[in-house]
């Protein structure tokens, strides 16, 4: 797959890059991630101490380091849960590189990604982040990234929907992938509060049991 790069192009993959994504409730639900690389390193971070961010429905995408990558900002008002991402800091006048929006206002559905600087690059996020379980593609429908839960490889167990992996093919911008995981959870924080469900049925065979 040929390397492209939305945020910035020392985070295109070379190589299939596997990232542990920790999400952390210091104070309040979705305050902050940690995304670590096969090394225990700390390739991302998001810290959002107290409501404030949540009010502005503004993170921040911070490397390792703590320099400001990307803000992801929910556009209001909008019918499809639209959020966009700029470079760096987002200061007021700041155009977007990239929407985030859903398919459909209609019931749960798939994300549609469009990139301004190309108007051909567009993604699909197909599947469940509320299950930790979905694929980003390319227009050509390639899969670039996945989300999935995280298997104690030691223990063989699922862990729990606070740590999860992120894998991004070779060519993908895993900034960008990162910028995209905030974004779906916070989508998925409004489905709950909308919703107030259970996302978690405890058996599918509850319906067929009579």
Same mark, same amino acid.
């Given at each position: 797959?040929?390397?492209?790069?939305?945020?910035?192009?020392?985070?295109?993959?070379?190589e299939?890059?596997?990232?542990?994504?920790?999400k952390?409730?210091?104070?309040?639900?979705?305050?902050?991630?940690?995304a670590? /690389?096969?090394?225990?390193?700390?390739?991302? #971070?998001?810290?959002?101490?107290?409501?404030?961010?949540?009010? =502005? *429905?503004?993170? $921040?995408?911070?490397?390792?380091?703590?320099?400001?990558l990307?803000?992801?900002?929910r556009?209001?008002?909008?019918?499809?849960?639209?959020?966009?991402?700029?470079?760096?800091?987002?200061?007021?006048?700041a155009k977007?590189?990239?929407?985030?929006?859903?398919?459909?206002?209609?019931?749960?559905?798939?994300?549609?990604v469009?990139?301004?600087?190309?108007?051909?690059?567009?993604?699909?996020?197909?599947?469940?982040?509320?299950?930790?379980?979905?694929?980003?593609?390319?227009? /050509?429908?390639v899969?670039?990234?996945?989300? #999935?839960?995280?298997?104690?490889?030691?223990?063989n167990?699922? =862990? *729990?929907?606070? $740590?999860f992996?992120?894998s991004?093919?070779p060519?993908?911008d895993?900034?960008?992938?990162?910028?995209?995981?905030?974004?779906?959870?916070?989508?998925n924080?409004?489905?709950?509060?909308?919703?107030?469900?259970?996302?978690?049925?405890?058996?599918?065979?509850?319906?067929?049991?009579?």
């Open positions: 797959m040929k390397g492209k790069f939305v945020v910035e192009e020392t985070f295109v993959c070379s299939e890059m596997n990232l542990t994504v920790l952390t409730s210091l104070f309040f639900t979705g305050d902050g991630f940690t670590y /690389d096969c090394k225990g390193e700390v390739v991302f #971070r998001v810290d959002s101490y107290g409501p404030e961010s949540r009010d =502005l *429905g503004e993170l $921040v995408l911070m490397d390792g380091a703590g320099k400001c990307l803000t992801v900002r556009k209001r008002p909008s019918l499809h849960n639209r959020w966009e991402g700029y470079l760096g800091e987002r200061e007021e006048g977007p590189i990239f929407s985030v929006r859903r398919s459909s206002i209609i019931g749960r559905s798939n994300v549609t469009e990139v301004y600087s190309n108007p051909t690059e567009e993604y699909q996020i197909e599947g469940s982040f509320a299950q930790r379980n979905c694929t980003f593609f390319n227009a /050509d429908k899969s670039v990234a996945e989300i #999935r839960r995280k298997v104690d490889a030691c223990a167990v699922v =862990l *729990g929907k606070d $740590v992996s992120l991004i093919k060519g993908f895993s900034a960008f992938a990162m910028g995209l995981v905030l974004v779906l959870d916070q989508i924080v409004d489905d709950f509060t909308d919703n107030r469900v259970d996302v978690d049925p405890i058996s599918d065979d509850s319906n067929h049991s009579s």
